[in-house]
């Protein structure tokens, strides 16, 4: 039970350091959703979930500061997958189960997992840029 339980463990630990040298090496940055886990999902598959998603961003952290790779996190409180990309109103009726939706002040049709990497993208952006985010109007200008 220990030994399979060891190997385990030092399969994922393999299989964290090949993912960060692989995404550092294809990517000059890179911008994660902190502690959601849906975004890594959708690109490199369902085994991301069952890891220790904390240890693999420490190790793809450490590899990218050796290289000059630069790791955005965006804050958790920020609801990527609720917002609308098209005018910033969150829907916060917006549950798992929604694959697509549609925003109630613009009309704009969303497939969830692109909204949210768009907003992910906008976000980590703007962090760069040094803009503050977290001032954002919860009203929808484009309707
Ligand atoms: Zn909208």
Sequence with gaps: MAQTHRKIANQR???HWKLAHQLTH???EIRLEDLNLNGMK???GRKVSDLGFADFIAKLKYIASKIGVK?????KWYPPS???STCGAINESLNLRDRTWQGADCGAVHDRDRNAAIN???VGASTLAGEDV???SPS???G
Excluded: A, N
Aim: hydrophobic letters at 30%; one cysteine or more; proline letters at 4%.
């Design 42 to 44: 959708s690109l490199w």
């Design 26 to 28: 294809e990517y000059d």
């Design 134 to 136: 977290r001032g954002g």
């Design 82 to 84: 609720k917002t609308c």
């Design 71 to 75: 790791i955005v996190l965006i804050d």
């Design 120 to 122: 992910i993208y906008r």
């Design 13 to 15: 630990e393999d299989f």
């Design 140 to 142: 929808c200008p484009c």
